[in-house]
């Protein structure tokens, strides 16, 4: 069993074969899939598939870095509305992105620490897009972390200093995905990342893993990703596939 931590199969990429993708999915072992949220257009179609493969796909509440623009305050506003109501399984993906935007730091940082607090207010993991932004990240995370807050650094590719930075805080996690099979990325950097912290992600329909990079990504892929792991750490596949699942288990309070 494989648990997919972050995937966003409800965007219109997926509309014309998306019946397939799970199958591919369920066919290369993948028993869940969760979905981050990035804005209010996404929330629909992210729900929509929840309702129509109940316990496969679980939804998240949050506003995605790039989104959030002059409206945020409102946006955030209505979205925490709905995590009662939808009782999403995670809060994001939220974040700082500073490779897409540079010019709103300020408003991407309240947004981003808006969002920690609705993670310890509803007792949920706090999915983190940081993307040529860890010193902010960890400037918001330095004054706002607590024993009560957990989540995941998405798409994590960083160097050990800041694995180091991260394993201080008291409950984050490593979110490996497609990346970690770039030549590039291969620096043996995901050796000096506690076992007990890593989980699998697919980032679908970006950033495919080598031999699909440059296609659509989606849920079945990961098993490119597992494999990768289980190389890199001299586990088997079995192995991190259990390990991962049981670690996502775990952070995101699912069976």
Not at 3 to 9: F, G, M, R, Y
Not at 137 to 142: M, R, V
Not at 162 to 186: D, L, M, V
Request: with cysteine; proline share 5%.
């Amino acid at each position: 069993m494989i648990i997919d931590t972050h995937s966003h199969v409800y965007l219109d990429v997926f509309k014309d074969d998306l019946a397939e993708v799970v199958e591919r999915a369920k066919s290369c072992d993948v028993r869940k899939v969760l979905l981050p949220n990035i804005d209010e257009a996404s929330i629909e179609p992210m729900l929509g598939l929840c309702k129509d493969y109940p316990d496969f796909f679980y939804s998240m509440i949050g506003l995605h870095p790039c989104d959030v623009n002059d409206d945020y305050e409102e946006v955030l506003a209505r979205m925490k509305a709905l995590i009662p109501i939808v009782k999403p399984v995670g809060i994001g993906e939220t974040g700082i992105d500073l490779h897409w935007k540079q010019d709103n730091l300020e408003i991407q940082k309240k947004s981003f620490i808006e969002q920690i607090n609705w993670a310890k207010e509803f007792n949920l993991p706090l999915i983190i897009h940081a993307r040529e932004s860890f010193k902010e990240i960890f400037e918001c995370l330095d004054e706002h972390d607590s024993p009560e807050l957990r989540g995941v650094f998405h798409c994590f590719t960083g160097s050990e200093n800041e694995i180091r930075k991260i394993a201080s805080y008291h409950n984050f996690y490593f979110g490996i995905g497609g990346t970690s099979t770039y030549k590039k990325n291969q620096d043996g950097s995901i050796q000096k990342i506690p076992v007990d912290k890593l989980v699998v992600e697919t980032d679908a329909p970006f950033l495919s893993p080598v031999p699909n990079r440059g296609k659509r990504n989606e849920p079945a892929f990961i098993e490119h990703t597992v494999e990768f792991i289980s190389k890199s750490l001299g586990m088997t596949f079995d192995e991190t596939a259990a390990l991962t699942t049981e670690n996502a288990k775990r952070l995101f309070k699912i069976d």
